[in-house]
């Protein structure tokens, strides 16, 4: 009889419920479809989630690897665990520092969390991040600037209440199709408006388009805040009971037209969006905000302008869309930028709460945060550990990142086949969607289970048992024996979480079997949260800051790292191809792996004529950064204004141009923007 189960969806953040059905007789998955049982998406799924769960294109992983030479050769479980563990105890004996760990938004909320008490509390490495530094730590930090505390207010229960819908630097269409169909039809009958360089799918079925200038975004939002300002449109009584810091932020606004001319934008643009803020609006964002040197500044602009124009409260408010589909449950379970629960870092209270829970020394656990993921690379740890993440193609100046691992004893788990494999040292195979035990976060802090409906082939192993199986050896005690109970594991991770404003306490797997998904803060088995800080019954507000009220951001943002020049005068930014995740490992084949094609304006394939060569298959050119040049296949765009080169951010070469810059506040790498030129290829 066919195995059949109810699980998440584990491609985006979005968290559709989904019924996998087994192969009879066999290992892999026949067929998966939408949970209608499922409170979350009721049943919605995408086309793309669903083929990339059942029969995903990428080679997998099936045996343990180990390095002889130049090649990588099979073996046992037991060789490739003791050479990993090997290499990490002895770093660790000289600097717990020189070991590097890195876990993804892929990983289950259990798996994130043991990877996360490894690190922490057994090896003692502030070098760790869970991969969310890559994609959402700017809006992290925005939102505990802004409200004290991680994550949106708004939930999706928001969407069809909300009257506009503004959506800045993100592209739903392609990358969250689900919750994209919620948004138009609640614009149906209200208003759709997109900010966005290039006219995405999104953009194309908006109300109204802004075709905001290349790293703009902080000029425009200050822009329309100045605009209130100037017309009197302040929600004044919400501003003066709930918030601080609004003086402040007034005296240091540029007039309209200079913030609009540095966007790129008219005055009428501007006008526009502030009248859209008249209504019950929810303002959306993605990696467009987040991954630039400007990100926390700009998503703290988008917050201040809820704030300012009262849009805060059911049907309104600031929604980052996150972009891996366990992102939030890394950020509240894997001890990165908090302890479980947000407990902060430089709390000695909460530092002590953890050390006794895991029954390690104090002094063990790092008492800051550490690095971003680029600034760790860049120290050349001696020691490597990636846990589904690939960032030979995913980190920025990947050319200088694969230089340092395979400088690195590199550990390498993952259940498919990626750039960062051929470097590695150790290869441990794991299992993946339809075969995994445990839970999952989505983007509006919902948890539900992960169920495995069929069983992984036969040499790899869940990343829970891969992490024990490691810490055994690093850290004797620290975790119990593989295969380890995810749920023991999880509770475990909830219990820590009690009286913190990520409280999971309330959460059982015997509650989400029952339930299906539960939204968090859950103190108690039978509560659920709804709305952040709002208490609906005494309309009133109530942020976990000091002053118990909202702050308003006065970060100015960094300037852009590189602007164009003489010598390389066109800008690159990178989004999402549609059926690119997560460096499309999954979903490559055929010509996946082919030069990437660029989209440009027609006026800029003109301008730049003599430095395309034409061929039977298309026009090509040489893109130069100041880090690496790739060959691509040129396309004629409209969509894409001129004098900016868009290229998909998947492709394994995209990232060998774009510049190391961070975010002064979230560590995150600046995607969106750097310089390039085109250069005849030798191809002709």
């Known amino acids: 009889m066919r195995r059949r189960v109810s699980t998440t969806c584990m491609r985006c953040a979005v968290g559709c419920g989904f019924v996998e059905t087994a192969h009879e007789g066999g290992r892999g998955l026949e067929s998966a479809r939408g949970d209608p049982s499922d409170p979350v998406a009721r049943g919605a799924a995408c086309r793309r989630g669903l083929e990339e769960t059942v029969s995903p294109r990428g080679k997998r992983l099936t045996r343990p690897l180990v390095r002889d030479g130049d090649e990588l050769v099979e073996t046992t479980w037991d060789d490739a665990i003791a050479a990993a563990s090997d290499a990490i105890r002895t770093a660790m004996a000289t600097n717990p520092d020189d070991v590097a760990v890195l876990g993804s938004g892929q990983q289950t909320n259990e798996a994130a969390y043991a990877l996360g008490k490894l690190a922490r509390g057994g090896i003692g490495t502030r070098n760790y991040d869970a991969n969310t530094t890559l994609c959402m730590a700017s809006a992290v930090s925005a939102y505990y600037r802004a409200f004290g505390s991680d994550a949106p207010p708004p939930t999706y229960d928001d969407i069809p209440a909300a009257e506009t819908h503004v959506v800045w630097g993100a592209n739903p269409s392609v990358a969250h199709p689900v919750l994209f169909r919620w948004i138009r039809q609640s614009a149906t009958d209200g208003r759709l408006v997109v900010v966005d360089p290039v006219e995405t799918a999104t953009a ?156 390690v020394s104090v002094s063990r656990l790092p008492d800051d945060t550490g690095p971003g993921p680029v600034e760790i690379l860049a120290s050349s740890p001696s020691v490597v ?127 989400l079997d029952a339930e299906h998904a539960v939204r968090w803060p859950a103190p108690e088995p039978d509560v659920a949260a709804d709305y952040r800080y709002y208490d609906p019954v005494a309309d009133s507000w109530s942020f976990p800051t000091p002053s118990g009220r909202a702050q308003f951001s006065t970060l100015d943002g960094d300037p852009l790292p590189e602007p164009t020049d003489d010598d390389y005068p066109l800008t690159l930014t990178t989004a999402r191809d549609a059926d690119g995740y997560n460096t499309g490992v ?15 304006a ?62 002064p506040q979230s560590n995150e790498p600046n995607f969106k923007q750097c310089a390039v030129r085109f250069r005849r290829p030798e191809r002709s």
């Open 385 to 511: 550990w990636t846990v589904a993440t690939n960032p030979v193609a995913g980190f920025p100046d990947a050319n200088a990142v694969a230089e340092r691992l395979e400088d690195a004893f590199l550990v390498v788990q993952d259940a498919f086949h990626s750039e960062t494999v051929e470097l590695a040292d150790v290869v441990f195979p794991a299992a993946t969607w339809g075969e995994t035990e445990g839970t999952t976060m989505n983007m509006e802090r919902t948890v539900s289970r992960v169920r495995a409906a069929t069983d992984p082939p036969s040499g790899a192993r869940q990343d829970l048992d891969i992490v024990a199986d490691v810490a055994a050896r690093v850290a004797p005690g620290l975790l119990p024996a593989s295969p380890l109970d995810p749920s023991a594991v999880f509770d475990e991770f909830a219990a820590l979480t009690a009286g913190t404003p990520a409280d999971c306490s309330g959460i059982s797997y015997a509650r």
């Open 586 to 600: 999954r979903s490559r084949e055929g010509d996946a792996l082919a030069e990437p094609v660029a989209r440009i």
């Open 602 to 663: 027609p006026e800029t394939l003109e301008t730049y004529r003599d430095e395309v060569a034409v061929a039977p298959d298309g026009r090509w050119t040489t893109l130069d950064s100041r880090r690496g040049s790739v060959t691509v296949r040129l396309v004629s765009d409209d969509s894409v204004p001129r004098g900016l080169v868009w290229l998909p951010i998947h492709h394994p070469a995209t990232n060998t141009l774009t510049i190391p810059a961070v975010d």
């Open 204 to 359: 194309a079925v908006a109300d109204e388009h802004v075709a905001v200038a290349p790293g703009g975004d902080l000029a425009l939002a200050r822009a329309v805040l100045a605009r209130l300002v100037a017309t009197d449109r302040i929600d004044e009584s919400f501003v003066r009971a709930n918030t601080e810091g609004f003086d402040a932020i007034v005296a240091g606004l540029p007039s309209v037209a200079d913030a609009a001319a540095d966007a790129g934008v008219s005055l009428e643009t501007v006008e526009m969006l502030a009248t859209a803020l008249d209504d019950s609006t929810l303002v959306y964002w993605g990696m467009g905000v987040n991954q630039s040197v400007r990100g926390t500044a700009t998503a703290g602009a988008l917050i201040d302008l809820c704030l300012a124009s009262g849009n805060l409260g059911p049907g309104r408010g600031p929604f980052s869309l996150t972009g891996q589909a366990n992102s939030m449950g890394t950020r509240v379970c894997s001890s990165k930028g908090t302890w479980p629960g947000h407990r902060p870092f430089d709390h000695a209270d909460h530092r002590q709460a953890v050390a006794d829970a895991w029954d």
